[in-house]
């Protein structure tokens, strides 16, 4: 096993200036946040390198500065061994740097073919598009990699492996030197899959440089040439994949002490608040069976497209289940909608809150108060006094750090937006509170804000689910854990079964 190196190792025979591509000591910081520091990652012609690491591991950022959409702080990439600066997706382009994403960024209107030139389209008399060249160059493209597509299709009737396909033709299209794929087996059949392996092996034939960003350890050792682990913006370990282990790669990905930042408590749990018994969703989750007590911490982990959030949103009413019960306090409840969720004492704390957790152009204490506009109205008409005193209690127990209670959402930090939106539910005196993705995108000081005050709800006796892609999180504030891969419960931990490896290799099916 290679550990971690000033610059990424070569390997299959290669040496470092027999790069295509490279990054050598980036650093990226965001305001608060230090997203890479001093990373380095060669890609090499003919070869599938696996980048691998939990979520918030870097490798997101790594990907958009490939691409030129983010600029390093620090830090050179370099082509063929000469420093060339990406300083926007068109120079990335141009240098045949190419990414094919887990959700396909095509256009559902234009054909195939036209899709797959779009902005170098061949070009006839007068400078107009030559359809036919383009429709004929499209079908020569599609053979080549064998998808057995009609160029004047349009996209929005293709299937998702057909629109990965429309995706790689299109890379293809531009002369990509280097093709990412980021989860690209993500939504595919077990056959689609097998279709993109050898996908992947005639890109490898035709010398292409691949960087293949997966959770599934089955994939990697299947595919990839070369590993590259990051944890924490931080590159841990590198080299030839035939050189290491599935142990080895979960021990890189999680090697931290989760002791850190995270309150001591000693649970005091009680009677069943909730139980969810054979709850499913056509698509997205099967089959999921659980109890909730008052005072738990209850844990979900799972990888990308595990079902989690899916599962709590349809919980919460959002989306219908097709099967399945709810018992609140051991009384069957019929959720139809978030109002249905709240009234029976359910909340949702969503990942997303600037799109789906606050309204950030209105001011915090109307956001603190809007589920619970009954208690503080009469006869329909809003009791302003009452409103800044429930948005004061709330705001104040989490200790929202603002100039006012008017100060619009929009303006504050990540982590105080979180708190908005977490004091928003608990206004309305819930008895389970559902946080998905509690600490996401905030400072390390409002993450021990929000753990403190997870730890003093589940002390007062709410029930509390947490879902979390953060391992030292999971373990640092969870009583029990559930771990969710493919829509599914696949494993229930507690206790001495709580460590690191255990929660990876549940996840990732090893």
């Known amino acids: 096993m290679l550990q971690h190196t000033d610059t990424a190792l070569p390997s299959q025979g290669m040496t470092l200036d027999q790069a295509v591509l490279a990054l050598h000591g980036i650093t990226k910081t965001f305001p608060g946040v230090k997203a890479l520091s001093e990373v380095s990652l060669s890609l090499y012609p003919g070869q599938v390198t696996a980048l691998i690491g939990e979520n918030g591991a870097g490798k997101s950022t790594v990907v958009k500065i490939l691409t030129g959409i983010y600029q390093p702080n620090g830090g050179d990439i370099l082509v063929d061994g000469h420093p060339t600066p990406f300083p926007t997706p068109q120079a990335a382009a141009d240098n045949g740097v190419t990414a094919i994403h887990q959700e396909t960024v095509l256009f559902d209107e234009l054909s195939v073919g036209e899709n797959i030139f779009l902005g170098h389209a061949p070009r006839g008399a007068f400078g107009l598009i030559d359809r036919k060249k383009t429709t004929q160059m499209a079908r020569t493209l599609l053979d080549s990699i064998g998808a057995n597509l009609d160029p004047d299709l349009k996209l929005k009737d293709l299937g998702i492996a057909n629109k990965h396909l429309v995706a790689i033709a299109r890379a293809l299209s531009i002369e990509a030197r280097v093709v990412i794929m980021d989860e690209p087996t993500a939504a595919l059949s077990h056959k689609e899959i097998e279709e993109l392996y050898e996908l992947v092996e005639s890109l490898k034939a035709q010398g292409k440089a691949i960087l293949f960003i997966s959770h599934k350890f089955d994939e990697i050792f299947r595919i990839a040439d070369n590993f590259t682990v990051f944890r924490d913006g931080q590159l841990i370990g590198d080299g030839a994949i035939s050189d290491v282990t599935e142990a080895e790669l979960v021990k890189m990905m999680v090697g931290r002490d989760v002791s850190q930042i995270f309150p001591k408590r000693t649970p005091n749990v009680g009677a069943p608040v909730l139980s969810v018994s054979g709850y499913a969703h056509p698509t997205e989750f099967e089959d999921i069976n659980f109890t909730l007590r008052k005072g738990e911490i209850l844990g979900f982990y799972g990888l990308v497209g595990a079902g989690r959030s899916e599962f709590m949103q349809s919980l919460f009413g959002i989306t219908r289940p097709s099967a399945g019960s709810v018992e609140i306090d051991g009384t069957a409840v019929d959720i139809k909608s978030p109002a249905d969720a709240v009234d029976n004492g359910i909340v949702y704390v969503p990942e997303d809150r600037g799109k789906q957790g606050a309204i950030l152009d209105l001011p915090i204490f109307q956001n603190v108060t809007l589920p619970s506009l009954g208690r503080i109205s009469n006869k329909g008409f ?121 929660l990876v290799r549940h996840a990732a099916g090893i």
């Not at 004091?423 to 993705?437: F, H, N, S």
């Open 382 to 502: 809003l009791k302003l006094a009452e409103e800044f005193k429930l948005a004061r209690e709330y705001t104040e127990r989490l200790d929202l750090r603002a100039a006012s209670l008017d100060t619009h959402v929009g303006n504050l930090s990540g982590g105080n937006q979180q708190k908005v939106v977490i004091a928003k539910w608990l206004a309305t005196q819930p008895k389970v509170i559902i946080l998905d993705e509690p600490t996401k995108g905030v400072d390390i000081g409002s993450k021990a804000a929000v753990h403190e005050f997870m730890a003093e709800l589940a002390a007062q006796g709410l029930a509390v689910i947490m879902v979390s892609s953060e391992i030292p999180e999971v373990l640092g504030m969870s009583d029990r854990v559930i771990v969710m891969r493919e829509g599914r419960i696949v494993a229930e931990l507690a206790d001495a079964d709580l460590q690191p490896e255990t």
